[in-house]
């Protein structure tokens, strides 16, 4: 455990750390973030104390039951970290943890990345007010970058903190998420704190979401009702939906960013992919969707800083499903090759990475 941890903090849909005094923050960005993530944690009490409660709502009784459920079978079946993450609850009376501010250049969607010390090189800057976050973003605007913010329902602390009192809670953010959700939330949050690759997002989100669909899917097999699974199910089919159209498009930006032409070409040309992107997305919700309008934000305001960042969550997702089955579906063993891999040099992290898919083949 490094020294003077709680010194600096960065915030991520999948991480939060915490650094040194000093790095390219600035003093009052570390200030917000420790006063922030120590009124969150202030807040959190044990589950038991919940339950036990006459003042807590029956619905939310039943949520902190499941939940705990969900963080027993993370444990037993998952192999994820036994600690005392997500056994206490907060109500922090707001409808996000944090408000992520993520930027890219108007021709790429390569993201802007902020370093901090202990952890790293990230492509995000989190806060826990969110007018400051809106106040950097106008800052990045100003300069040109195309940005997003978005409220982040969940972070994790990477199990670098002692003592339950700093452990990961519970919160109202997403304790009330359909079933599926809610064990896909836990379990991609406490993959976190199994391997942390530094300066590499990437790899680090691609990780956890490998696990939290591993996961989530074992979950719904074995754990759930009927009802939760068709649930589940509608729902996975429209974000398959969503991540193979952005995919497309993300590809033809890129190739476009990287192609022959001025500036002024790309521009024009990105912006008639951005309006088929659009059009896409409303042929879906007609004819696939039923009029679902859950990612009508999302497009609505789509730019490459949006685009860059699902890349993140998402780019070497197969990569990992496929050392998954290369480690015989071992969760212990798959967990220790993906440690392995996360403290080599970046080349050689990737390379390794790259060939699982071909080890199975082998």
């Given at each position: 455990m490094r020294k003077k941890l709680l010194a600096g903090v960065v915030v991520g849909l999948g991480g939060l750390a915490f650094g040194l005094l000093g790095g390219c923050a600035g003093m009052g960005y570390y200030a917000q973030s420790v006063s922030g993530h120590l009124?969150?944690?202030?807040?959190?009490?044990?589950?038991?104390?919940?339950?036990?409660?006459?003042?807590?709502?029956?619905?939310?009784?039943?949520?902190?039951?499941?939940?705990?459920?969900?963080?027993?079978?993370?444990?037993?079946?998952?192999?994820?970290?036994?600690?005392?993450?997500?056994?206490?609850?907060?109500?922090?009376?707001?409808?996000?943890?944090?408000?992520?501010?993520?930027?890219?250049?108007?021709?790429?969607l390569r993201l802007q990345t902020w370093c901090f010390p202990v952890m790293g090189c990230v492509g995000y800057r989190g806060y826990f007010h969110q007018d400051e976050a809106e106040a950097y973003a106008a800052q990045l605007r100003a300069q040109g970058q195309e940005v997003l913010v978005y409220g982040v329902p969940a972070y994790s602390t990477l199990g670098r903190l002692p003592g339950a009192w700093f452990s990961d809670p519970l919160l109202n953010t997403f304790i009330r998420y359909p079933e599926g959700e809610l064990a896909r939330m836990i379990f991609h949050e406490l993959t976190h704190q199994v391997a942390y690759a530094d300066h590499d997002t990437v790899f680090n989100e691609s990780f956890a979401t490998a696990v939290e669909r591993l996961g989530s899917a074992l979950w719904l097999q074995q754990e759930s009702t009927p009802a939760a699974v068709q649930a589940y199910a509608e729902f996975n089919a429209r974000?398959?939906?969503?991540?193979?159209?952005?995919?497309?498009?993300?590809?033809?930006?890129?190739?476009?960013?990287?192609?022959p032409g001025s500036d002024d070409d790309k521009r024009a040309a990105k912006a008639e992919l951005m309006t088929q992107m659009r059009a896409e997305h409303q042929r879906l919700k007609r004819d696939s969707w039923a009029g679902y309008t859950g990612y009508d934000a999302w497009f609505e305001r789509a730019n490459n800083a949006s685009l860059g960042v699902l890349s993140a969550y998402n780019e070497l997702v197969p990569q990992?499903?496929?050392?998954?089955?290369?480690?015989?579906?071992?969760?212990?063993?798959?967990?220790?090759?993906?440690?392995?891999?996360?403290?080599?040099?970046?080349?050689?992290?990737?390379?390794?990475?790259?060939?699982?898919?071909q080890l199975i083949q082998d």
């Open positions: 009124d969150l944690v202030s807040r959190a009490k044990p589950v038991p104390d919940w339950l036990a409660s006459p003042d807590t709502p029956q619905a939310l009784k039943e949520r902190l039951r499941l939940s705990q459920r969900m963080r027993d079978f993370a444990v037993i079946t998952l192999r994820l970290p036994d600690n005392a993450s997500y056994r206490r609850y907060a109500d922090l009376q707001r409808p996000a943890a944090v408000w992520n501010v993520v930027a890219a250049p108007p021709l790429s974000r398959e939906d969503f991540r193979a159209l952005t995919g497309r498009y993300r590809e033809r930006l890129e190739a476009v960013y990287a192609g990992f499903e496929q050392l998954f089955e290369q480690q015989g579906r071992d969760f212990e063993r798959f967990y220790a090759e993906v440690q392995r891999l996360s403290v080599l040099p970046y080349a050689e992290r990737r390379a390794g990475l790259q060939a699982a898919p």
